[in-house]
């Protein structure tokens, strides 16, 4: 393989822009794009559970299909809040497993205001939209703590307070990509 196939790892807070971002840059750059929410949804509907149900096979699934296209010299995006040991683990895991693979984690960093209120909008935008998982906004602040403290070396920190465009163009800096016309 000549070319180093890259795993970029979106991640933050719920609220940040990930979504919007990774499928932005998914499509933009022909990249594969995984987003846990789409495995809890397929999940959900085909074993008739809910979503803390089916959230541990949904991320079992996902990886093994991640691991997958890696194994085939796809460059993906993960689309992910990356708010838990767990998930960290898997990915250095993923990381041993595939020496070549350059990972690349991206958090996306708001105010608690600015995600509580895009959180909101999305929930009048789009009924369906998983929002939370039905959990409420005070019950899943640890998520937001743990993000905000986690300490890796590896981790490039991205203000996403501003527009969804501002914040594009500042991701594809740092992943050195040029912006399609």
């Known amino acids: ?5 890259k795993l970029i790892v979106l991640g933050g807070f719920a609220g940040a822009g990930k979504t919007t971002l990774a499928e932005k840059l998914a499509a933009d750059f022909n990249f594969s794009f995984f987003n846990p929410d789409d495995f809890n949804t397929a999940l959900r509907n085909v074993l008739e ?3 803390h149900e089916v959230s541990f096979m949904a991320y079992d699934t996902l990886w093994h299909i991640l691991k997958k296209n890696i194994g085939m010299g796809a460059t993906c995006v993960l ?3 990356m708010c838990n040991d767990f998930t960290w683990k898997t990915l250095d895991g993923v990381k041993k497993e595939f020496k070549h693979l350059e990972i690349i984690p991206i958090i996306l960093e708001c105010t608690l205001e600015t995600h509580k209120r895009r959180i909101e909008k999305r929930g009048i935008k ?3 939209h998983l929002n939370l998982g039905g959990d409420k906004f005070e019950n899943i602040l640890h998520k937001y703590e743990f993000i905000t403290k986690l300490d890796r070396t590896d981790i490039v920190r991205v203000d996403a307070n501003g527009s969804p465009r501002e914040v594009y163009e500042k991701v594809l800096e740092i992943l050195s ?3 399609q016309l």
């Open 1 to 5: 393989m000549n070319k180093k196939n």
């Open 49 to 51: 559970k809910d979503f």
């Open 79 to 81: 689309d992910a809040n």
């Open 126 to 128: 789009d009924k369906e």
């Open 177 to 179: 990509l040029k912006p």
